[in-house]
C-alpha cells in the first residue's frame, strides 16, 4: 500500500466493476493524440500489409468494406487513467486481413496517416483480439477518434489502437513507436500496469 | 514520495501546489506527473498533472483545477495542507516538451488550465537565459480566471502574452469576446515562414479548434504538439 494520504477517502463509484490498477471509469469518450487531427477521406485512405521480405498487401476502402466485419463489445482503457466499458465497434479482424500474408514476423509496427507508429507483438494482433474499426456506436468512425479507420487491440492500453492507421510492417525485429521511443512502455498490459519504461 | 511546502492561489478554484521531492531527477517543461492518492483503507486514485516550473533542485510545482464532482482535486485544492505526503510519479512524457537548447521561435497556445505546462515552459526559458522568441495566447472565459496573472503581466522580454476572452473581456478591451478564431492566431502567433514550433494545450475542443486553424494557416502538422486535457479530469 502507498503513503496514506492524510484526509483522503476517495470515491469508490466502481462498485462491482473491476478495473484495471489504477484507472478510473468515465462514460466520456476523451481524446488523447501528440498533434492536428489528420482528415483522411474514404476515398483516399487505404491499408497496406507490408511484410519482411517487402511484399506488400493492399486494400482500397470499398476492398476493405467487401471483408467480413464483425461487431465487437470490449472495454478500453487509457494510460491517461480513464477506462471506458462496453464500447461497441464495427471492423475487421485483423486474422481475416493476414488470413494470406505469409510471414515468420514476430512484431507489427503500425502506421498511421500523419506519421504516427506504435509496437505490438504479431500474436496480439491475432486470434481475434484485434481489429481495423471503422464504425464506433453505430456511426461512422469520427477522425478525432480515429476515423476513417483505427487500429482497435483493447486488451492493451488504448495508445497502442493506432488512429488513422494506414498500415502495419511485419518486423523479425521489435521496433519502438512513438509514444514508445517518448518513455511509455513497450507492451502496455493495463492489467500489470506497464505505463511507462521500467514498469 | 513528496510532501507539500507551499501553496498559492492562482484563482478562488485553482492552487499551485509547491512540493519537495527529495531526489527529484529533474524535468523537461512541458512533461507531467502522475499523483497518487491512498486513503486509510488502501483504496487509491491517480490522476496527471503538467508540472508548472522550471526545474528547480528538488522542487516541483503542479497547478490544480477544482472540480467540484472530481476525486482528486477538491482534495489537493482543499484537504491537502502545507507538511502532508503525496506520492507522485514522474517525470514523465518526452514529446510535448520544449528544450532551451532549441533556438526555433515558439508559439504557446493556451485553452484555460491548458496553461500550466506552457508556463513551464515561459519559466524554463527565463530560467535558462534563452532569447528565443515566445509568444502565448491565452484563452479564458473571463479575466478572473486568468492563472499566473500578475506574473504574465511583468514584463519578460522576447515574452509577448495575448489573453483572448471568449465570455467577457475587460472594459475596453480590443478584441470582443468569443472564441479563438484564425484571426487571433494569425495575428499573434508566429506566421508559418519562420518555421516556429507550436504547442497547444486545453481542453480536447480547443485543443482540436487550435491545431485546425493552425494547419489551416500553413503550419506544418509535424510542428504542432499537444496536449489535452480530458472533459472527465479532477
Redesign the interface.
Known amino acids: ?13 466502481q462498485g462491482d466493476v473491476k478495473l484495471p490498477p ?1 484507472q ?1 471509469l ?1 462514460d ?1 469518450f ?9 482528415r483522411v477521406g474514404q476515398d483516399e485512405w487505404e491499408f497496406v500489409v507490408t511484410t519482411e521480405t517487402g511484399e506488400r498487401h493492399r486494400w482500397s476502402w470499398r476492398e476493405f468494406l467487401a471483408l467480413p466485419s464483425e461487431t465487437p463489445t470490449v472495454d478500453i482503457h487509457c494510460v ?3 477506462s471506458k466499458l462496453g464500447t461497441t465497434w464495427t471492423g475487421v479482424s485483423l486474422d481475416t486481413l493476414l488470413a494470406d500474408v505469409e510471414t515468420t514476423a514476430d512484431y507489427a509496427l503500425a502506421r498511421s496517416y ?2 504516427y507508429t506504435t509496437n505490438l507483438p504479431l500474436e496480439d494482433l491475432l486470434d481475434g483480439r484485434a481489429w481495423l474499426a471503422y464504425r464506433f456506436d453505430g456511426e461512422d468512425l469520427h477522425p ?1 477518434h480515429g476515423g476513417p479507420v483505427r487500429l482497435l487491440v483493447p486488451h492493451l492500453y488504448f495508445w497502442k489502437s493506432a488512429k488513422w492507421v494506414h498500415g502495419l510492417d511485419l518486423l523479425t525485429q521489435d521496433e519502438p513507436g ?2 514508445e ?3 511509455y512502455h513497450d507492451y502496455g498490459d493495463p492489467w500489470l500496469e506497464q ?2 519504461q521500467g514498469d | 514520495m513528496a510532501r507539500l511546502v507551499e501553496t498559492r492561489d492562482e484563482t478562488p478554484t485553482a492552487r499551485t501546489l509547491v512540493l519537495d521531492v527529495p531526489g527529484w531527477p529533474g524535468h523537461l517543461a512541458g512533461q507531467h506527473v502522475d499523483v497518487r492518492l491512498t486513503a486509510a483503507d488502501g483504496y487509491s486514485a491517480q490522476r496527471s498533472y503538467s508540472l508548472a516550473a522550471a526545474p528547480d533542485g528538488d522542487r516541483v510545482e503542479l497547478t490544480v483545477q477544482n472540480v467540484p464532482d472530481g476525486e482528486v482535486s477538491p482534495y489537493l485544492t482543499g484537504v491537502f495542507s502545507v507538511g502532508d505526503p503525496v506520492e507522485i510519479r514522474g517525470p514523465v512524457g518526452g514529446w510535448f516538451v520544449w528544450r532551451p537548447d532549441d533556438p526555433a521561435p515558439v508559439t504557446l497556445v493556451a485553452g484555460g488550465a491548458g496553461v500550466a505546462p506552457l508556463m513551464a515552459m515561459v519559466r524554463a526559458r527565463r530560467a535558462a537565459g534563452s532569447r528565443v522568441p515566445f509568444r502565448l495566447v491565452y484563452s479564458v472565459r473571463t479575466p478572473d480566471e486568468r492563472w499566473y496573472a500578475g506574473e504574465l503581466r511583468r514584463p519578460d522580454p522576447g515574452v509577448e502574452v495575448f489573453p483572448l476572452y471568449t465570455r467577457a473581456a475587460p472594459d475596453g478591451w480590443p478584441r470582443p469576446p468569443g472564441r479563438l478564431a484564425k484571426g487571433d492566431l494569425a495575428g499573434w502567433g508566429w506566421p508559418p515562414e519562420f518555421d516556429p514550433a507550436c504547442f497547444v494545450c486545453g481542453p480536447t475542443g480547443f485543443v482540436e479548434a487550435a491545431a485546425d486553424l493552425l494547419v489551416a494557416l500553413g503550419h506544418d502538422p509535424r510542428r504542432i504538439r499537444t496536449e489535452r486535457f480530458g472533459p472527465t479530469g479532477g
Open positions: 500500500m502507498g503513503i496514506v494520504s492524510p484526509g483522503f477517502h476517495g470515491r469508490r463509484r489504477g478510473y468515465t466520456d476523451p481524446v488523447l493524440s501528440a498533434g492536428p487531427t489528420p491517461t487513467k480513464w500523419g506519421g478525432e512513438f509514444w521511443t517518448a518513455g505505463r511507462y
